[in-house]
């Protein structure tokens, strides 16, 4: 079946670092959308990529879609503590939502 | 406010009872879901419905019933079917079942089922 691969499954930074989260999709999407979740909250949208290679900022997430509309990546430049959470790819494909299995962002101690 | 409210937010089951979830929206979206989520993992479908009357099952239905008599209500039962219920629920909806621009998820808050 229809699948969207999402990595890592955590990434541990200290604050200030970086952090990437990256998903591919076994067929072509169209469109895919980014979510937060929050410890012991709910998902909760931050974006839709719908173009071929397209790149949509906010603040300090970067997000990208491939040009094969099949793979996407969001990117947080500096890190604070209020990124800690799961981010969560959804790609869209014939009317049905498919789900990433989600990249936890934990910052060091 | 429009929002999806889901109920209870704790729920504790002995087991061999079916217990049933709620999930309302007033958003006046046509389609609808329920996740299953486990500590540390992703959402799984359990069902969905994109329009009134009808659902489909999802990846991991068995276990689980659903009805869809009114647009705004979704409620999820678990069955004594289901071998290992305990999990934290969503529950979300969407505009409809297109592809367009706009069809962002909503979810409610969770409910966190716990058998005894």
């Known amino acids: 079946g229809q699948q969207v691969m999402q990595i890592p499954q955590y990434q541990h930074v200290q604050e200030g670092e970086d952090f990437t989260t990256y998903c591919n999709s076994s067929t072509t999407l169209s469109n895919i959308q980014w979510y937060k979740q929050r410890p012991g909250g709910h998902p909760v949208f931050l974006i839709q990529l719908v173009k071929s290679g397209e790149v949509k900022k906010q603040k300090r997430l970067t997000f990208q879609f491939g040009e094969a509309k099949k793979n996407s990546s969001l990117h947080i430049t500096a890190t604070q503590t209020t990124d800690v959470g799961t981010y969560f790819c959804?790609?869209?494909?014939?009317?049905?939502?498919?789900w990433g299995a989600g990249t936890k962002l934990i910052i060091k101690p | 406010d429009g929002g999806i409210t889901q109920s209870p937010k704790y729920l504790f089951r002995k087991e061999g009872q079916n217990v049933t979830l709620s999930c309302e929206q007033n958003l006046n979206h046509d389609a609808m879901y329920w996740y299953r989520q486990d500590p540390g993992q992703g959402l799984r479908l359990i069902y969905y419905?994109?329009?009134?009357?009808?659902?489909q099952k999802g990846d991991i239905a068995e276990g689980y019933s659903v009805s869809r008599e009114k647009k705004e209500s979704f409620p999820l039962t678990v069955t004594s079917a289901q071998k290992n219920p305990t999990a934290f629920y969503l529950c979300?909806?969407?505009?409809?079942?297109?592809?367009?621009?706009?069809?962002?998820?909503?979810f409610g808050q969770g409910t966190r089922l716990t058998v005894v």
């Open positions: 959804a790609g869209r494909s014939n009317y049905q939502l498919i």
């Open positions: 419905s994109h329009i009134v009357n009808d659902f």
């Open positions: 979300a909806s969407t505009p409809g079942a297109s592809t367009g621009i706009g069809t962002e998820a909503f």
